[in-house]
């Protein structure tokens, strides 16, 4: 039978068994709280809305017929409910970390008071600076969540270890770990610290680590149990208590996974379509093999920019899922207003790759903003001449002339001056290498340049516009899209937590709408109420 047939809607205003009848479908949706019934009386069409009375069907009247039933659909129930529980938070949504404390401390504290998570962008940032940020958030997140980006860094093992005993110092038990090929020592003593067995005998980790990872192999290291090794040389090294080493022996490395697709910054650009379920799939396996107490969580970042696509990522089963590009164009991120007002002009073809600071020599790219900038075609440019001289002074006249007046606005030598400063203080081990090697004294002249990029960017560095390096992926240009004719279309309107609420909110419509489809009623036209910037009362924080 096609439902597409023309009814006209009933227009019974009256309550019905305790439910509500509305003008239109777009209405009913909206009421995420209560069950839906879609029904037909004398050619009319009715869409009921009313509290799921323990399972009764009584909303429809006896001489009507039942087309379709979507059940209530509330936003902090999408997802995994478990993960939020778990982490003392009321909505499956997080904000990724940004570095350079893009993801800043306004943005963690304003996720957190809305009942969903942030993780503070550490990198970029000295220790000395990070344990005051970790002090200020401690103190003023209190009794709500928030998180930490524990970022891999192979080139200085000691800047890794130095994040990990600050997370540890100050009890911040969530901790966003990237970059991760293989899970390192630090990462796993922070992951052990101060497991316990309940009185239950449940086994109970005391610090939560959310793994982000774009590929099928590096998942499966961190759904395994540590590596018995790594956990007896820990406590050989007095890291760890026996204990905790012999609990750690039954935990995953992390119990949540992120899987990031195509995303700004580093991305190998995998299609959330492909690589989602092969991770969740494979956390199935790791499940059943270790037989874990608790399941294993597998969330979704990347692309994700608006309802629709956090909805795609609910119905393929992310257990929460990740924002990124569009946070940093928000008024709580730690970037400058000329990069949020590029940010709102970009269309989701306006990203590009350009060479990574940290993989410079490799060739290694990140994904960012090419509309309004000329960093990536720069970086690019420095990335050839690195490629094709063996030292800075083999660069031709004019090209150094070029770099030195147009886009570094330095000379080679006062750069070099800074480097040796910078790199005396934090890793000298660089620049030994550098006195040996010409070839690796120009890269760290050029991740000058690249590092510094980001820097401008931030702070709105007037005389370096076309440099500004701004991490961004195609999950802008399509919230940009959302956004036409809406509150969002004015940059001065995004707000971190509300456009995340609004993604959420969204994303139930939108599943509600797929169950009445998949029922047969015809769902093409309508229009979903949002993005609103007050919410109804079901949406109000409760910690679950
Ligand atoms: C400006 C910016 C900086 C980022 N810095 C980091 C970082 O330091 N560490 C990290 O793990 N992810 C970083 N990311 C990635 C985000 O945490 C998130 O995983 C990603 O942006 C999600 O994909 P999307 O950009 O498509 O939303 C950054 C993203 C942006 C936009």
Redesign the pocket.
């Known amino acids: 039978m096609s439902l597409e047939k023309q009814y006209k809607v009933g227009m019974q205003t009256d309550s019905l068994c305790g439910a509500t009848v509305c003008k239109t479908l777009e209405e009913a949706l909206t009421h995420l709280d209560k069950a839906l019934f879609v029904y037909e009386k004398e050619t009319a069409l009715f869409f009921a809305v009313g509290f799921w009375n323990g399972g009764k069907l009584s909303i429809v009247p006896d001489d009507a017929r039942l087309l379709a039933f979507a059940p209530p659909c509330l936003p902090s129930h999408l997802g995994d409910v478990s993960f939020c529980r778990d982490l003392k938070i009321s909505f499956p949504c997080y904000a990724?970390?940004?570095?350079h404390g893009?993801s800043s401390e306004q943005l963690i504290r304003s996720m957190a008071i809305a009942g969903m998570l942030g993780f503070y962008?550490s990198?970029g940032l000295s220790l000395e600076e990070l344990e005051r940020v970790i002090i200020r958030l401690s103190s003023q997140c209190k009794d709500r969540s928030f998180g930490v980006?524990l970022?891999n860094s192979p080139e200085d093992s000691s800047r890794e270890h130095g994040v990990v005993e600050l997370l540890l110092k100050h009890n911040v038990q969530l901790a966003?770990a990237?970059a991760y090929i293989i899970p390192s020592p630090a990462l796993i003593k922070y992951r052990v610290k101060g497991v316990k067995k309940t009185a239950g005998g449940m086994i109970e980790s005391h610090n939560h680590l959310i793994a982000?990872v774009s590929r099928l192999e590096i998942a499966r290291r961190f759904l395994e149990p540590p590596p018995l090794k790594v956990l007896e040389q820990l406590q050989t090294n007095g890291e760890i208590t026996p204990e905790e080493a012999n609990l750690g022996r039954n935990l995953p490395v992390a119990q949540y996974i992120t899987v990031?697709a195509d995303?700004?910054?580093h991305t190998d650009h995998r299609p959330a379509l492909s690589i989602f379920p092969a991770v969740k799939d494979l956390a199935r396996e790791m499940h059943s093999k270790h037989k874990y107490g608790k399941s294993l969580k597998i969330g979704l970042?990347?692309?994700?920019g608006t309802p629709s696509a956090a909805a795609a990522a609910f119905s393929m089963g992310a257990a929460y899922i990740?924002?990124?590009?569009?946070n940093?164009a928000c008024l709580e991120s730690g970037t400058s207003p000329q990069v949020r007002t590029l940010l709102a002009q970009a269309a989701q073809t306006d990203v590009t790759n350009a060479p990574a600071a940290d993989l410079f020599e490799r060739g290694g790219t990140v994904q960012v903003l090419k509309k309004g900038t000329h960093f990536a075609e720069r970086a690019r440019k420095l990335h050839d001449f690195y490629v094709q001289y063996i030292s800075i002074d083999d660069i031709p006249k004019d090209q150094r002339y070029d770099l030195e007046k147009k886009v570094f606005q330095k000379s080679f030598d006062d750069i070099w001056q800074e480097t040796k400063e910078y790199f005396r203080k934090t890793n000298p081990r660089q620049l030994e290498i550098a006195t040996k090697n010409p070839k690796h004294k120009m890269a760290l002249i050029f991740r000058w340049y690249l590092g510094n990029a980001v820097k401008w960017a931030c702070v709105g560095e007037k005389d370096h516009i076309d440099d500004y390096q701004i991490?961004?992926?195609p999950?802008m240009g399509a919230f940009n899209d959302w956004a036409q004719g809406t509150i969002f279309e004015n940059p001065a309107m995004r707000s971190a937590p509300v456009v995340a609420l609004n993604l959420l909110y969204g994303a139930a419509l939108l599943l509600r709408m797929e169950i009445l489809r998949a029922q047969g009623i015809s769902v093409e036209n309508c229009r979903i109420p949002c993005p609103v910037n007050t919410f109804p009362e079901f949406m109000s924080t409760q910690e679950q």
């Open positions: 990724g970390s940004m570095a893009i962008g990198a980006n970022l966003e990237s982000k990031e995303s700004a910054g970042a990347g692309g994700m990740v924002t990124g590009s569009i940093q991490w961004c992926g999950a």
